[in-house]
């Protein structure tokens, strides 16, 4: 059957690599850009950008993979979460480096990080990544028990901030940041409603 | 097509020209798409002859002006003019074309006009940026100076750059370039021009009126909320070089336009 292959520990760990292999792919696109110069007369701006939209599609990627995992039953989904997470941290330490480097040139860091609303928003949504970075290890997974999961699920509060990040950028055209609007709210209604269903199951009442 | 013209060494800076190449690639025109490199890849669906500029309002000789009435190829300038973006980036742009003052008395522009209203073309079928369902701009896309400030010298209309014909991503076939104020001023594609009483509302004041003003002159002191004036990015900019520089008020054309603003608070006339 096909689901017993699947769930062979060389597939998963094929997909494991094919999934790395395609988070590295937004950087890769964007050095090969760099080197052929295909990235216009303002590189830092495109840089910039492009690692924001990444880590922020690698976030939607890492929070795809539960509900994934609970239509289709395979447990390959929760095997690269944590590498999507991190990967997601990757592309945001890069994107925030990029912004100083390349947008402020260091100069008013401080006015940037207070000041302006769009900044302060994405600003937080990293600050809320490092810890969820920290504490991805196995050993403070074992360290952390039930309070692990709590901690973790600031993720939800982290995908809207860096939603408003990007949407507070907007200037004239909004449907880009609409569909991603619309991606992050099917995300997170689909976990409300479970976790409805979750606890009206376990007061052993008809579901409504 | 090449376009000859008159050098105006003393209406021109002297600083390194941003490559043709950077002019032509790297664009704010939305009515091709919201992406710098979208008016190259789309503006061709443009067609630019004929074309004509509905002139009205209180002048005295309003009507429908093919462009080539407007305009007399002999007397074509070249200004090499400083074009600072909102964005905070910045070009050095060699345009050619004719003084804005020059055609708009040609229209006899009544004492009681205290404005001019510009217009962009608006036709979906040939911009595909206007044919966005998410798009916050009410086409079509408007601007507008002041007769004092349409008057003065450094105003400009341009048809070419380069030394060549305007390509479509840069507003072909005609376009207003107004150097001490934020690039969005300068109204691309130009169909329509009207001489009125009352202040215009312009297209980014009227989706966002805090954060774009009427004026729109180049200001250091007067941060964009969502970013700082003070410096900008002269393009092309590269990843060791950013090529910083501090921005100047009006763009560094004080002398030619900031009696232009005498006793106003450019913090409140943003």
């Given at each position: ?208 | 097509k090449e376009l000859p013209s ?62 080539e009435?407007?305009l007399q190829p002999s007397q074509y ?19 050619v074309g004719v ?60 048809v070419g ?110």
């Amino acid at each position: 059957m096909a689901g017993a292959v699947l769930n062979r520990p060389r597939a998963v760990r094929a997909f494991k690599v094919l999934v790395a292999f395609m988070a590295f792919l937004p950087l890769a696109i964007l050095l090969s850009r760099l080197v052929g110069s295909g990235l216009g007369p303002d590189p830092g701006q495109q840089i910039t950008e492009s690692l924001g939209i990444a880590a922020f599609q690698l976030l939607l990627a890492t929070l795809a993979l539960t509900p994934l995992k609970r239509w289709t039953g395979w447990v390959g989904w929760l095997r690269v979460r944590r590498m999507l997470g991190l990967f997601t941290f990757f592309y945001a330490v890069l994107h925030l480096l990029a912004f100083l480097q390349f947008i402020l040139g260091w100069g008013d860091v401080w006015a940037t990080f207070t000041k302006r609303p769009y900044i302060i928003a994405g600003f937080l949504a990293f600050v809320l990544l490092i810890p969820l970075a920290v504490t991805s290890t196995n050993s403070m997974m074992r360290r952390l028990g039930r309070r692990w999961k709590t901690l973790h699920r600031s993720v939800y509060v982290i995908v809207l901030l860096a939603w408003v990040h990007f949407f507070w950028q907007a200037r004239s055209d909004i449907g880009e940041m609409l569909a991603y609007g619309v991606v992050v709210l099917v995300l997170l209604v689909v976990r409300v409603r479970w976790s409805r269903l979750l606890r009206a199951g376990r007061r052993g009442a008809p579901s409504a | 097509k090449e376009l000859p013209s008159m050098s105006r060494p003393e209406m021109s800076t002297s600083e390194k020209l941003t490559p043709y190449e950077d002019v032509v690639r790297y664009n704010n025109f939305y009515e091709f798409g919201t992406g710098k490199d979208d008016p190259a890849r789309y503006a061709g669906e443009m067609s630019v002859s004929p074309w004509t500029v509905k002139v009205d309002g209180a002048c005295g000789r309003p009507g429908t002006y093919n462009l080539e009435d407007l305009l007399q190829p002999s007397q074509y300038e070249e200004r090499i003019y400083r074009l600072r973006c909102v964005e905070a980036w910045s070009m050095v742009i060699p345009w050619v074309g004719v003084p804005l003052a020059g055609l708009l008395k040609r229209f006899e522009p009544a004492s009681s006009a205290r404005y001019v209203y510009f217009e962009t073309l608006h036709d979906p079928e040939q911009m595909r940026g206007q044919r966005s369902l998410f798009s916050t701009i009410d086409w079509p896309y408007r601007e507008g100076l002041r007769v004092d400030e349409a008057m003065n010298e450094l105003a400009f209309l341009a048809v070419g750059l380069y030394g060549r014909e305007l390509p479509n991503q840069n507003g072909a076939p005609l376009r207003l370039v107004v150097p001490w104020k934020y690039g969005f001023k300068s109204i691309k594609s130009i169909v329509r021009i009207r001489f009125q009483e009352e202040r215009p509302k312009t297209t980014w004041e009227l989706i966002a009126p805090q954060e774009y003003g009427f004026y729109a002159n180049v200001n250091p002191e007067v941060d964009h909320p969502r970013w700082s004036q003070k410096r900008e990015r002269r393009l092309p900019s590269g990843l060791l070089s950013p090529n910083w520089r501090e921005t100047v008020k009006f763009n560094g054309y004080g002398e030619q336009v900031s009696h232009l603003y005498k006793g106003m608070d450019l913090e409140k006339f943003y």
